[in-house]
């Protein structure tokens, strides 16, 4: 198992098998979001197959955003989450960032868990919808 860095296109590939993205984001929106910033796009293999993702890009010269990542249904359990979370930590502290922000929902625990357990503070929530399963969980941790 190891990451790389990858291509909005093998992230819109990934994005294909991940059920919880049923909405999938145009190619349009990733371009719009990453081409006038700094960003990062980490793919993980195993074995050669592209088994998950992590995209960010930056907000300001001092704020990072964690925006989207996922693993493929077959290769949970692994740590591949964790692994692209530390790997994109460790680079967003060496280009100089001061913050990570990232946002959840109520109905990802797994990854709530995670990021609490990696030091992530909640600091926010926006009632996306009706349901409180859909909230928005803003966390951020300060980089060392």
Same mark, same amino acid.
């Given at each position: 198992?190891?990451?790389? +860095?990858?291509?909005?296109?093998? =992230?819109? @590939? !990934? =994005?294909?098998? &991940? ?11 990733? /371009? ?7 960003? /990062?796009?980490?793919?993980?293999? =195993?074995?050669?197959?592209? @088994? ?5 890009? @930056? !907000? ?7 925006? !989207? ?6 290769? %949970?359990?692994?740590? &591949?989450?964790? $692994? ?5 930590? +460790? ?7 001061? +913050? &990570?922000?990232?946002?959840? %929902?109520?109905?990802?625990?797994? $990854? ?12 926010? $929530?926006?009632?996306?919808?009706? +349901? ?5 969980? /803003? ?6």
């Amino acid at each position: 198992m190891n990451w790389r +860095t990858g291509s909005i296109d093998e =992230v819109m @590939a !990934l =994005v294909a098998q &991940i059920p919880e993205l049923d909405k999938p984001y145009p190619k349009e929106e990733y /371009l719009n979001r990453l081409e006038q910033a700094q960003h /990062l796009i980490q793919i993980a293999e =195993v074995e050669g197959e592209l @088994a998950g993702f992590k995209v960010g890009y @930056a !907000l300001s010269d001092t704020e990072f955003y964690s925006w !989207l990542g996922a693993v493929a249904p077959d290769f %949970r359990g692994m740590g &591949i989450a964790k $692994m692209l979370l530390s790997a994109q930590e +460790t680079w967003i502290e060496e280009q100089g960032y001061k +913050t &990570i922000k990232v946002k959840s %929902r109520n109905r990802y625990p797994a $990854m709530l868990r995670m990021l609490l357990g990696k030091g992530y503070h909640l600091v926010d $929530m926006e009632k996306a919808s009706d +349901t409180p399963l859909d909230y928005r969980i /803003l966390l951020e941790k300060n980089c060392k």
